[in-house]
C-alpha cells in the first residue's frame, strides 16, 4: 500500500485505490484552478461573493467529483458479471434504498413526534424521499456501468 495519510478513504483493492487517488488529484487540480480565477474574480470585483459561501461550494464542488467520478468509473460492483449477479444485485439496492426511506421517515416522524423539529413533518419527508431516491440513483448508475464494463471485460 502506498505510504500516504489517506490510507484510511482508500479501499484495499489496488485497482480502485489508484483511481481513486486520481480522482483525488484531479479534483485537488479543479480545486485550485477554481481558486486562482475567483482570487481574479474577486480583484475586479466582478461578482460580489460571501466567503463563506464560496469555500463550501468549492468543498462540496471537489467532493462531488470524486464521488461523480467514482460512480460512473464502474468499479463499485467488480463482481456482477451475469445476468443472474446484476439482478440479484439491483434487488440488494432496491431493498437498501427503501430500508433507507423507511428508517429516515421514522425518525423524522419521531423527531416530529417530540416537537425536535422546525420544519413541516412534510418537508422532512420529502428531503427524505428525494435522499432515498438519489441512493437508488446513485448505485444503480454505478451497477449499470459496472456490469456494462464488466460484460465489455468478459467478451
Known amino acids: ?10 479501499p484495499d483493492d489496488e485497482y480502485k485505490r489508484r483511481n481513486i487517488l486520481v480522482y483525488f488529484a484531479e479534483a485537488a487540480i ?9 482570487i481574479v474574480i474577486s480583484r475586479f470585483d466582478f461578482i460580489l461573493m460571501d466567503g463563506v459561501i464560496v469555500l463550501i461550494g468549492i468543498l462540496f464542488g471537489t467532493m462531488a467529483y470524486v464521488w461523480i467520478r467514482y460512480i460512473l468509473s464502474g468499479m463499485e460492483f467488480a463482481e ?9 444485485e439491483r434487488k440488494v439496492i432496491v431493498m437498501k434504498s427503501m430500508s433507507f ?10 423527531l416530529y413526534l417530540f416537537d425536535r423539529m422546525t420544519v413541516p ?35
Not at 500500500?1 to 482508500?10: A, G, I, N, V, Y
Not at 422532512?124 to 460484460?151: E, H
Open 1 to 10: 500500500m502506498e505510504k500516504t495519510w489517506l490510507r484510511f478513504l482508500l
Open 30 to 38: 479543479l480545486q485550485l484552478m477554481a481558486i486562482l480565477a475567483l
Open 80 to 88: 456482477v458479471m451475469t445476468e443472474k449477479a446484476y439482478r440479484r
Open 101 to 110: 426511506l423507511v428508517l429516515m421517515c421514522a425518525s423524522i416522524s419521531v
Open 121 to 155: 413533518l412534510i418537508e422532512g419527508l420529502i428531503v427524505s424521499f428525494i435522499g432515498a431516491l438519489l441512493l437508488f440513483l446513485t448505485n444503480y448508475v454505478s451497477l449499470k456501468r459496472s456490469y456494462r464494463k464488466n460484460r465489455e471485460l468478459i467478451d
